[in-house]
């Protein structure tokens, strides 16, 4: 490529005072337009010094880089005044030792964020792109079908961002597999702001209490927390919910939330089986669970010692015929399943107790 010199436009829009001054971009080898890239970020900070200046852009998935914008004729004082402000910035790679990703970068042009109204967004239109090559619709069906879309200022930067719950054609029954928070970019794109990847809180587990079939509403609080509110195959009305807090980076876990526990005739904090889960977070089954055990004691008691091992036989085979007969997937089953079990064993054990 040849030595050139572009020029770099900051430029305020929409219900803002216009705001435009040039950026040159000089004597640098920057690469065909076809390599350009735009990124999307709060303009953090601009700086200067005697042979080049430089935009600081902080991205949506955290991370701040460093960008020349080159040259004396920058003015910082006519930048600053979109510092805090959502840009799109128009990138080239060039031969400068200033990196971002490994790779050397200058800003070719930057616009603040279009403010396209995220209520008017189509996002039925938007992820369907996401899995035009993964699965095919229906017949007469869609590729997406939004269940619900919210909207909460989570960043407070005076623009929404869209909560959004959604099906795909991926997604079979087992009930939503969109739930994401998106950022508007433009009229016809937007970004996901990311959640903390983690399996624990405060050094605990916070899915292990989940059993069968598992999935969750996805909605912010009054105290504008995002909220991971699950249901499960136990019955239980909230069997989890995670709260999240966006940190200007990404959503991270800000507290937990778990139903409360019960007690069985087994330590409820060691349960490990689902069914034992399920057991121990409905005090129903807990109380059916704890009054089984002690007639099976009972019988015990007032059995001769050669009649014991039979009935310790017995009551192991029907705990793992519980266990077998009845699998939590959905809603209500596994609790219905569990409570047929308890009463009738509950009945075979109280007859056996009145013949003595």
Known sequence: MNRTSKSCTLIRMNNFRI??????????????????????GVLQRVSNNKERSFIELIRVRGDTVKLVCDS????????????????????????????????????????????????????????????????SAPPGGKLVYIDDVAYYDFDQDGKEEAIVVASSCMTGTAGPDIHSVYRIIS????????????????????????????????????????????????????????????????FKVAHVALPPIYSASFDCSKAKSENEIIICGNSELARSDTKLAKTYQDILKRSPEAKMTQLKQEQVAWVKNRDKTCIPYKGERGVDCLREQYENRQKELDSKLQKG
């Open 19 to 40: 705001v435009a001054i040039v950026l040159t971009v000089a004597s640098l080898n920057v690469m065909a337009a076809s390599e350009d890239h735009t990124w999307t």
């Open 72 to 135: 004396p004729q920058c003015d910082p004082a006519a930048a600053n005044k979109l510092i805090g402000h959502r840009v799109q910035v128009r990138i080239g790679t060039v031969r400068q030792p200033i990196y971002a990703d490994g790779i050397p970068w200058a800003v070719i042009s930057m616009t603040e964020e279009p403010n396209t109204p995220v209520r008017n967004f189509d996002f039925e239109s938007y992820l369907a792109k996401t899995y035009v090559n993964q699965c």
């Open 187 to 250: 009229s016809s794109s937007a970004e996901e702001l990311p959640t903390e990847d983690t399996k624990e809180f405060q050094g605990r587990p916070i899915y292990d209490r989940l059993v069968g079939n598992r999935n969750y509403r996805l909605y912010v609080d009054g105290d504008g927390l995002l909220v991971q509110d699950f249901y499960d195959g136990s019955g239980r009305e909230h069997p989890l919910k995670v709260f999240f807090r966006w940190d200007g980076h990404q």
